[in-house]
């Protein structure tokens, strides 16, 4: 099979438009879908189903995925195991248009000697095994879930808690608001429909509904953040969460709006996690990168779920950070 098409693959899915993996892949529009064309006919289904917003997985798409990142999982581990000390640092993410993976884009701009590898494994679970194997050198992870312990080498250092902001379109009910209180969110709809159950973000989110008496609704095929985009601004009940430095570009037709919520601002508990037997001579300076970072929101107003105020505390010189309300 050809990686170089399986990596392609990846890229589309992931991206969900073949322009923008061309993009990310330094390739012309036209290599991105013959290389796609390609793994189609090679294993005889259709992978995507075209549409004028982009590429949507197939069934056959959505069963092939996680195969095809195990396929370069283990090419890139069989490359780095004749590569003694030039392996990339490899770090897993939630999302890769999550804030969080903004903040792994300046230690790269700060680092750019590092080669940089960011993956994106489906829950803490999976991410705290890739830990323990070596297939991920770090991770970041709300650790703190119920249900979740940490097993003996790994380590968790709190590094980033993230503002969240509500998501609405032109016709909804808070759509002129200047901000909007968690509070005045009972009865209303929040539409997440990436959330699975036994995830660290289901957990958090679950806990803030039952904080403020919201509606998760989960209900539909995640199609990605296009669709998603798409519905909320055709819908006058359905709203979402993102962060405010979530990176997204819209239709101007859309006209969607980004509202910040106060009085408390919800706040999503992000650590990082590392195995203290690994050798990787980078990883040492990505965790003095990020434990030196400080939140951009500094308000001791926050709502955070009972769980994460009970983290692994900050290392030492970072007591004097207000704590999570």
């Known amino acids: 099979m050809d990686l170089n098409a399986v990596r392609t693959f990846v890229a589309?899915?992931?991206s969900?438009?073949?322009?923008?993996?061309?993009?990310?892949?330094?390739?012309?529009?036209?290599?991105?879908?013959?290389?796609?064309?390609?793994?189609?006919k090679d294993l005889g289904v259709r992978l995507f189903t075209r549409t004028a917003q982009g590429a949507r997985l197939t069934?056959?798409?959505q069963v092939f995925l996680p195969h095809?990142?195990?396929?370069?999982t283990a090419r890139d581990r069989a490359v780095a195991a004749v590569c003694p000390g030039r392996r990339a640092l490899r770090v897993d993410v939630i999302g890769r248009r999550?804030?969080?993976?903004?903040?792994?884009?300046?230690?790269?701009?700060?680092?750019p000697e590092i080669a940089l590898d960011v993956v994106t494994l489906f829950d803490a679970d999976t991410a705290v095994a890739a830990l323990r194997s070596g297939a991920v050198d770090a991770t970041f992870r709300a650790v703190a879930m119920p249900g979740l312990k940490l097993p003996d080498g790994i380590e968790a250092v709190p590094v980033y808690d993230e503002p969240l902001q509500l998501f609405t379109?032109?016709?909804?009910?808070?759509?002129?608001?200047?901000?909007?209180?968690?509070?005045q969110l009972a009865g209303q709809r929040v539409w997440m429909p990436g959330n699975a159950p036994g995830t660290e973000w289901t957990a958090y989110y679950d806990e803030l509904a039952a904080a403020f008496g919201c509606t998760i609704d989960t209900v539909g095929p995640n199609f990605g953040v296009e669709a998603l985009l798409d519905t909320i601004a055709a819908s006058s009940t359905l709203a979402t969460f993102l962060s405010e430095r979530t990176p997204l570009v819209w239709p101007v037709g859309h006209d969607l709006r980004r509202i910040p919520l106060h009085r408390p601002t919800p706040v999503y508990p992000h650590s990082l996690l590392w195995h203290t037997g690994n050798p990787h001579p980078a990883l040492g300076t990505l965790r003095d990168h990020f434990a030196a970072l400080r939140p951009?929101?500094?308000?001791?107003?926050?709502?955070?779920?009972?769980?994460?105020?009970?983290?692994?505390p900050w290392p030492a010189g970072d007591r004097e950070r207000p704590p999570a309300r």
């Open 12 to 14: 589309v899915a992931e």
């Open 68 to 72: 095809a990142r195990d396929l370069l």
């Open 98 to 111: 999550l804030s969080l993976a903004g903040h792994l884009r300046d230690f790269h701009r700060a680092h």
């Open 16 to 40: 969900g438009q073949f322009q923008r993996a061309a993009v990310d892949l330094s390739l012309t529009q036209q290599a991105v879908s013959k290389r796609v064309a390609a793994l189609e």
């Open 59 to 61: 069934i056959d798409g």
């Open 296 to 312: 951009e929101y500094t308000g001791v107003d926050v709502w955070t779920p009972d769980w994460a105020r009970r983290r692994t």
């Open 169 to 183: 379109g032109p016709d909804h009910v808070f759509a002129t608001a200047g901000a909007v209180t968690p509070a």
